[in-house]
């Protein structure tokens, strides 16, 4: 398995609320930093995200690849409907730092939070 091929499971999943799975992606330490959520290992953060999340739509924009790293971004479009039913609609830059098991250790996230964060305060 590539790294990129990772990533696009990660979106894939991220898709299908297969939260799951994509914790199944990181390594047992593997953390999460969210605009939204903060800094959480993996396992929490995907339980909070699931927790919030009525259903996601993705359209991948770009996958990029620094083959001097261990990272690779994602862009991308996320349609969120939240369990409110309200849907908020913004690109995200995802940075996905490996490790030599080809796990996720940190997955940076990044995005306007403006409208989100007002939706998931008046939950």
């Known amino acids: ?3 990129t091929s ?5 979106l894939k999943y991220l898709e299908l609320g ?13 953390t999460v930093s969210s605009p939204l959520y903060g ?7 995907y339980a909070s995200l699931q927790n919030d999340t009525n259903s996601s739509k993705l359209e991948l924009k770009g ?3 620094d083959h001097q790293s261990n990272k690779l971004a994602l862009h ?3 349609h969120w409907v939240l369990k409110t039913e309200a ?3 913004f690109d995200v830059v995802d940075i996905i730092s490996f490790n030599k098991e080809l796990k996720i250790d940190h997955l940076q996230i ?11 305060n008046n939950t």
């Open 63 to 65: 996958i990029f690849d």
């Open 110 to 120: 990044i995005y306007d939070t403006v409208v989100s964060r007002q939706l998931i």
């Open 87 to 89: 849907t908020v609609n």
């Open 76 to 78: 991308f479009n996320y």
């Open 39 to 45: 800094n959480q290992p993996a396992n929490t953060f």
């Open 18 to 30: 297969a939260m799951e799975r994509i914790v199944d992606l990181f390594s047992e330490t593997g």
């Open 6 to 10: 990772i990533a696009k499971r990660y």
């Open 1 to 3: 398995m590539t790294r």
